[in-house]
């Protein structure tokens, strides 16, 4: 992204990123996650049959039930029989990565395939989640040359994907999603912003850098795009700029929010929807599993400190999803 481009879409970011070509089938575009439409087409590697898929995310004590537009992921790639098994588990609750393990070597299997279901790069899926997983100290840290294999102790081989928030055609997802919302709304795509919230840290930049590689991605994107937004702008829970600032932090009357979280949990279900007048309204609008074309993925309008609010929930909840998650596996195989 140039300077100019910077400035235009007021990312201040410093450093430079291009927009990769589309990677997946646009089959999976307009199929819903629940459609069994999907595995009817979709040819797996063989050698899955003889592996089990964890899916790894992070949980949460407090809000254990963001976990079910996972659990119902979980059970539409399950019901597939593309691999010998497909287990979720989590680091904050159960079921724990520790537990799956078990389980596969429980079933005699050899082989695993680890996608780990964050919207990033961090210290989890670089060093925590490896380690966890028996990955040798020389895989530990590393960022890029996915997927990464090892062979662990016990004689189990690893096969440790990107996470899901890397994929390069999430952008794309999320910058169509914020047009729908203009198209529907009927809104002023220049006096309309998108707001990009990541977590960040006061211990690593890896995770507010996953953040800007997205929000750049975004704004390259919206710059070839007609009718798209001309305010692009990204916040943070715990690093500058906070997402508490945003009234100070943006331009345009209208304010897309887009967590950058695969769910809600406390953060994306309570935290933000506070900041921005929500107060416990997702908590009383629940969606129990993915989007199935009957229900928005997005709440609002909303009017708060004189702006107008449309809030989109996690990512886990979008229907590309599952299409973008079987891209990953299958690169990881060839």
């Known amino acids: ?149 090892w062979t662990r102790r016990d004689g189990m081989e690893i096969r440790y994907l990107a996470p899901l928030g890397k994929h390069p055609k999430l952008p794309e997802l999320l910058l169509s999603r914020a047009q729908n919302i203009i198209e529907k709304a009927s809104l002023d795509p220049h ?16 995770s507010s850098q996953s953040a800007e590689r997205m929000a750049h991605n975004i704004a390259s994107l919206a710059m070839e795009t007609p009718d798209a937004p001309t305010e692009i702008k990204l916040a943070f829970l715990e690093e500058a700029p906070y997402v508490s600032d945003w009234p100070q932090n943006t331009i345009a009357s209208n304010i897309l929010v887009f967590p950058l979280l695969i769910v809600e949990g406390q953060h994306g279900g309570k935290q933000i929807p506070r900041l921005f007048g929500m107060g416990n309204l997702l908590s009383e609008q629940p969606l129990e599993q993915p989007d199935h074309g009957h229900r928005s993925l997005v709440v609002g309008p909303i009017s708060h400190k004189g702006r107008r609010i449309w809030y989109q929930r996690g990512i886990a909840y979008q229907r590309e999803i599952m299409g973008l998650l079987l891209q990953q596996l299958k690169e990881a195989s060839s």
């Open 191 to 206: 006096d309309t912003a998108i707001l990009l919230i990541g977590h960040g840290s006061q211990r690593s930049r890896r």
């Open 1 to 149: 992204m140039t300077q100019e481009t910077s400035e235009r879409f007021g990312m201040g970011l410093d450093h430079h990123s291009t927009i990769p070509k589309p990677l997946y089938d646009p089959r999976y575009k307009q199929t819903d996650v629940n459609s069994e439409e999907q595995g009817a087409f979709f040819s797996c590697p063989p050698e899955w049959s003889h592996a089990g898929l964890m899916l790894i995310a992070h949980g949460s004590h407090k809000m254990p039930q963001a976990r079910r537009p996972l659990d119902q992921l979980t059970r539409e790639i399950a019901k597939q029989h593309w691999f010998a098994t497909t287990q979720i588990s989590f680091w904050k609750q159960p079921p724990f990565i520790e537990d799956s393990l078990r389980h596969l070597q429980e079933q005699g299997l050899r082989h695993a395939y680890v996608l780990p279901l964050f919207s990033g790069d961090g210290v989890f899926t670089a060093e925590i989640l490896p380690k966890t997983l028996g990955a040798p100290e020389d895989f530990l840290g590393q960022e890029s040359g996915f997927p990464h294999i």
